[in-house]
């Protein structure tokens, strides 16, 4: 489907869905297809647009110029001249924006009904919460409006919504996509996020919006190191029966499928307490970091209280009672629970939880709005004020309420995340971290002794390959026996495999290669060149009419 086909569809879809509740401002129909055809005209010019037949949707607490930003309080609002840099990340890539969507206001919220734009119910089931604080959003995509859309997350609000619609939420480590052009909530702990139908949508937006920007001081890069696959026999941590007293009993039985689920993609699951993660999650609505609430909206609420919600303005105004020690102290308990929890995962590659452990009705909301909205964020306000990503993923539902599954690991193991949730529903893994490519045709392909050294460091396989007809291969008297490939007048193709490693694993792997094996460029039979094992001169018996290691070892 070409971008305008697209945009026209989502306008008709907006239509039939007759959810006006979504939006805060649809933009104009006229204006997102003259910006499609923009994007069509750079398509067929030959600009590589991986985004481009895609249309999104960005909540309203996030810049997109010429659009009014309101944060859910119209008192608030102004329109930006610019994008906030992740969207304009988004719209570079070829990527339509249809609007702004509505949200709790200021992101303060997980239950989607805090808005004076009014409460925006679940897409299945308009009786039930959406989930908040990205709702508008969250259902946006469930609805198939939007192709993917942008969340922001504090405390759960690019997770829980996921769960309870149906759809996949991915949070990345906090700063490895910025946050200038984004109203702020708690700054030290905001990230944006992404809602989409698949994983590999999600990912794709994610590793587009991914990259330091001048405009925001606590914007990270990946580190050099940062792992680009789970291994083969990951172990994840589970919660205790006696951690799963918030879960709602009729969503028991999907929590236990989709641990069967992970369990028979080959992931070792082990129980363990995670009691001390969840009490540190209470430091966010129940600490001293309130100030940074009220830091960033409070003033605003304070000088236009009938624009408040009245919620919103109760939390914010709870900053008050603490002082700035109470702020230093529970910044120094913040820090203790950080070490205790890395104490607590050492061991695992991912902690698996529920992402929510009900899905309420608007009206139960309504009746108890700081209870229900606390125990929706049981299993996620913790994630980002210990510096984890995490990755939530549907996992079924009971009647009409939703329920989904998170997948959360250390800062930068975001690629793991992925991993794991796509092997446990069988579909193809995204790759979002930085990579460099390894050519290996010896020891260390899938199987062989050394192949270890690879996985071991964190490496991803990335398929077959095969050198240009240049190449002759020789056994080295190793133990294990190992091949020298050799360039030459006269040689063959030679088949191997492509590896991907993060520039520190690749460093690691040079320096502990043993004489004569050195790394270098190899010419591939596509013609394209790739980093892999090369030698300047033969050295032992010549076996390239074997055609190939493995035909060799298995001969």
């Given at each position: 489907?070409?971008?305008?086909?697209?945009?026209?569809?989502?306008?008709?879809?907006?239509?039939?869905?007759?959810?006006?509740?979504?939006?805060?401002?649809?933009?104009?129909?006229?204006?997102?297809?003259?910006?499609?055809?923009?994007?069509?005209?750079?398509?067929?010019?030959?600009?590589?647009?991986?985004?481009?037949?895609?249309?999104?949707?960005?909540?309203?607490?996030?810049?997109?110029?010429?659009?009014?930003?309101?944060?859910?309080?119209p008192?608030?609002?102004?329109?930006?001249?610019?994008?906030?840099?992740?969207?304009?990340?988004?719209r570079?890539?070829?990527?339509?924006?249809?609007?702004?969507?509505?949200?709790?206001?200021?992101?303060?919220?997980?239950?989607?009904?805090?808005?004076?734009?009014?409460?925006?119910?679940?897409?299945?089931?308009?009786?039930?919460?959406?989930?908040?604080?990205?709702?508008?959003?969250?259902?946006?995509?469930?609805?198939?409006?939007?192709?993917?859309?942008?969340?922001?997350?504090?405390?759960?609000s690019?997770?829980?919504?996921?769960?309870?619609?149906?759809?996949?939420?991915?949070?990345?480590?906090?700063?490895?996509?910025?946050?200038?052009?984004?109203?702020?909530?708690?700054?030290?702990?905001?990230?944006?996020?992404?809602?989409?139908?698949?994983?590999?949508?999600?990912?794709?937006?994610?590793?587009?919006?991914?990259?330091?920007?001048?405009?925001?001081?606590?914007?990270?890069?990946?580190?050099?190191?940062?792992?680009?696959?789970?291994?083969?026999?990951?172990?994840?941590?589970?919660?205790?029966?006696?951690?799963?007293?918030?879960?709602?009993?009729?969503?028991?039985?999907?929590w236990?499928?989709?641990?069967?689920?992970?369990?028979?993609?080959?992931?070792?699951?082990?129980?363990?307490?995670?009691?001390?993660?969840?009490?540190a999650?209470?430091?966010?609505?129940?600490?001293?970091?309130?100030?940074?609430?009220?830091?960033?909206?409070?003033?605003?609420?304070?000088?236009?209280?009938?624009?408040?919600?009245?919620?919103?303005?109760?939390?914010?105004?709870?900053?008050?009672?603490?002082?700035?020690?109470?702020?230093?102290?529970?910044?120094?308990?913040?820090?203790?629970?950080?070490?205790?929890?890395?104490?607590?995962?050492?061991?695992?590659?991912?902690?698996?939880?529920?992402?929510?452990?009900?899905?309420?009705?608007?009206?139960?909301?309504?009746?108890?709005?700081?209870?229900?909205?606390?125990?929706?964020?049981?299993?996620?306000?913790?994630?980002?004020?210990?510096?984890?990503?995490?990755?939530?993923?549907?996992?079924?539902?009971?009647?009409?309420?939703?329920?989904?599954?998170?997948?959360?690991?250390?800062?930068?193991?975001?690629?793991?995340?992925?991993d794991?949730?796509?092997?446990?529903?069988?579909?193809?893994?995204?790759?979002?971290?930085?990579?460099?490519?390894?050519?290996?045709f010896?020891?260390?392909?899938?199987?062989?002794?050394?192949?270890?050294?690879?996985?071991?460091?964190?490496a991803?396989?990335?398929?077959?390959?095969?050198?240009?007809?240049?190449?002759?291969?020789?056994?080295?008297?190793t133990?294990?026996?190992?091949?020298?490939?050799?360039?030459?007048?006269d040689?063959?193709?030679?088949?191997?495999?492509r590896?991907?490693?993060?520039?520190?694993?690749?460093?690691?792997?040079?320096?502990?290669?043993?004489?004569?094996?050195?790394?270098?460029?190899?010419?591939?039979?596509?013609?394209?060149?790739?980093?892999?094992?090369?030698?300047?001169?033969?050295?032992?018996?010549?076996?390239?009419?074997?055609?190939?290691?493995?035909a060799?070892?298995?001969?």
């Amino acid at each position: 489907m070409n971008t305008a086909a697209r945009v026209e569809a989502a306008y008709a879809r907006i239509a039939e869905a007759d959810r006006p509740e979504v939006w805060i401002t649809l933009r104009d129909k006229a204006d997102a297809l003259a910006e499609a055809a923009r994007v069509q005209a750079r398509a067929d010019a030959g600009e590589d647009l991986p985004l481009a037949g895609t249309v999104f949707a960005a909540k309203d607490n996030v810049d997109v110029a010429g659009l009014p930003t309101t944060a859910a309080c119209p008192s608030f609002a102004y329109t930006p001249d610019r994008d906030a840099t992740a969207v304009a990340r988004l719209r570079a890539a070829g990527a339509v924006c249809l609007g702004k969507t509505n949200l709790d206001q200021f992101a303060t919220g997980l239950v989607g009904t805090r808005s004076p734009y009014g409460p925006v119910r679940a897409a299945a089931d308009p009786e039930r919460i959406s989930g908040g604080s990205s709702s508008g959003s969250a259902v946006a995509v469930a609805l198939g409006i939007a192709d993917f859309a942008l969340g922001t997350d504090t405390a759960g609000s690019g997770r829980v919504p996921a769960a309870l619609n149906g759809i996949v939420g991915v949070k990345a480590s906090l700063g490895l996509v910025p946050v200038d052009g984004v109203v702020p909530a708690c700054p030290s702990y905001d990230c944006l996020t992404v809602f989409a139908p698949d994983l590999a949508l999600a990912a794709e937006a994610i590793r587009i919006m991914t990259g330091p920007s001048a405009l925001d001081p606590a914007s990270r890069a990946w580190p050099a190191d940062a792992p680009l696959a789970a291994p083969a026999a990951a172990r994840a941590a589970i919660p205790l029966d006696a951690n799963l007293t918030a879960l709602d009993p009729e969503l028991r039985p999907l929590w236990d499928a989709a641990l069967a689920s992970f369990a028979a993609a080959g992931v070792d699951l082990v129980p363990i307490d995670v009691q001390p993660l969840l009490d540190a999650a209470l430091l966010l609505y129940e600490g001293a970091l309130l100030a940074e609430r009220a830091a960033a909206f409070g003033a605003h609420i304070d000088a236009w209280p009938a624009d408040a919600d009245p919620t919103v303005a109760e939390i914010v105004r709870g900053a008050a009672k603490f002082s700035g020690a109470d702020l230093v102290a529970d910044q120094q308990r913040l820090r203790a629970a950080r070490l205790q929890a890395a104490a607590i995962l050492t061991g695992f590659d991912a902690l698996l939880l529920p992402t929510a452990p009900l899905h309420p009705t608007i009206a139960e909301v309504q009746a108890d709005p700081i209870a229900v909205n606390a125990a929706m964020g049981t299993y996620t306000n913790f994630v980002n004020l210990l510096d984890m990503a995490a990755v939530a993923v549907p996992s079924g539902t009971a009647g009409t309420k939703g329920f989904g599954t998170s997948v959360i690991v250390p800062a930068f193991h975001d690629q793991v995340a992925l991993d794991l949730a796509a092997r446990a529903a069988a579909v193809p893994a995204p790759l979002v971290a930085p990579a460099a490519d390894l050519v290996v045709f010896g020891a260390h392909l899938t199987g062989m002794p050394l192949n270890h050294q690879l996985t071991d460091l964190g490496a991803r396989y990335a398929g077959e390959v095969a050198t240009a007809p240049a190449y002759r291969m020789y056994e080295l008297p190793t133990a294990p026996p190992k091949p020298l490939v050799v360039r030459t007048g006269d040689g063959a193709s030679l088949p191997g495999e492509r590896w991907l490693l993060s520039p520190a694993a690749l460093g690691a792997f040079l320096a502990a290669l043993p004489a004569p094996m050195s790394l270098g460029k190899v010419e591939l039979a596509d013609g394209a060149w790739a980093t892999g094992f090369v030698a300047a001169a033969p050295a032992g018996p010549d076996i390239t009419g074997a055609g190939g290691w493995r035909a060799h070892r298995s001969g």
